[in-house]
Each structure stands twice: as structure tokens, then as C-alpha cells.
């Protein structure tokens, strides 16, 4: 039987329902493991702005860590600011790009698209428009509405 395969999704964290939606299919399918839930972590945490310096730092390496060990990244495309979303993606697009590793990256959402997210299209990411076509690529079945 062959292993899982490790995901990471990433999110704006004040799209909190639709993050979990995802990572809770992620974690339901025989075929993915979610390599770190940061969400769960953040919910049971202080906010940032009452963590001290090395707990900021600890949160952030649990974060890069789960992304290092993702061989699928799922980038769930904000609809609005989110600092944290865009850091992970430059960070895994990094991995995907230039380490030569063979990783699959998906995006979805109809959030606005940037210039990044048309560079990694040019070089192998996969784009959806909705995170249920993401879903139906990744075949983590279910309901997905």
C-alpha cells in the first residue's frame, strides 16, 4: 500500500471556516496527510500580539517545517489581505522553483490573482477557480459543498 502523500494548506487566517473545510478534507482522505494544522494551533493559542518574541518564532518554524515537508502545497487564495498566506506560498514557490524538487502546487479561489500566481502558473502550478475544483483534482471525494 502506498503511503500518503504530505499536504500543507494555506490560508488567510481570517478565512478561518474555509481554511478548516480543507484542511478537515485533507485529513479525512486515506490518500493525504496534513503535515501541520496550523489552524488548530492558532485557535488554542493567545493572539500574535500577546505572544512573546520566541513564541512568535516557535509558531513560525512549526509553520516553514509543515511546508518543508508538504509534497503537495494548497494554497487557498485569499480573498482579502493576509500576510501569512502570501509568506507560505513565496516560501514553498521557492522549493518549487529553484531546489528542483517535484512537488505539486495547487491554487484556488477566486481571489485576486497576482503576478506570482501567473509566474508559478507559467511553471507547473495548477490554478483552479474554486476550491471544490481544487478538491475534485486532489479526488479527496465527499461533500464538498
Same mark, same amino acid.
Do not use: C
Given at each position: 500500500? &502506498? /503511503?500518503? %502523500? ?7 487566517? +481570517? ?9 478537515? =478534507? ?26 512573546? &518574541? /520566541?513564541? %512568535? ?7 516553514? +517545517? ?9 494554497? =487557498? ?69
Amino acid at each position: 500500500m &502506498a /503511503s500518503a %502523500l504530505s499536504v500543507y494548506v494555506a490560508g488567510s487566517s +481570517n478565512e478561518r471556516p474555509r481554511v478548516r473545510h480543507a484542511m478537515d =478534507l485533507v485529513k479525512k482522505s486515506s490518500a493525504y496527510s496534513l503535515t501541520h494544522d496550523w489552524l488548530a494551533v492558532m485557535e488554542a493559542s493567545k493572539p500574535d500580539y500577546e505572544l512573546s &518574541a /520566541s513564541e %512568535l518564532e516557535a509558531a513560525a518554524i512549526d509553520d516553514v +517545517n509543515g511546508i518543508y515537508q508538504a509534497s503537495v502545497f494548497w494554497f =487557498l487564495l485569499p480573498y482579502g489581505p493576509s500576510a501569512g498566506a502570501w509568506f507560505e506560498l513565496g516560501y514553498f514557490a521557492r522549493m518549487f522553483r529553484y531546489a528542483g524538487l517535484k512537488h505539486r502546487l495547487i491554487i484556488s479561489g477566486s481571489g485576486l490573482d497576482s503576478v506570482f500566481v501567473a509566474w508559478l502558473r507559467s511553471i507547473g502550478a495548477e490554478r483552479y477557480e474554486t476550491d471544490e475544483e481544487a478538491v475534485n483534482a486532489l479526488q479527496l471525494g465527499g461533500d464538498h459543498a
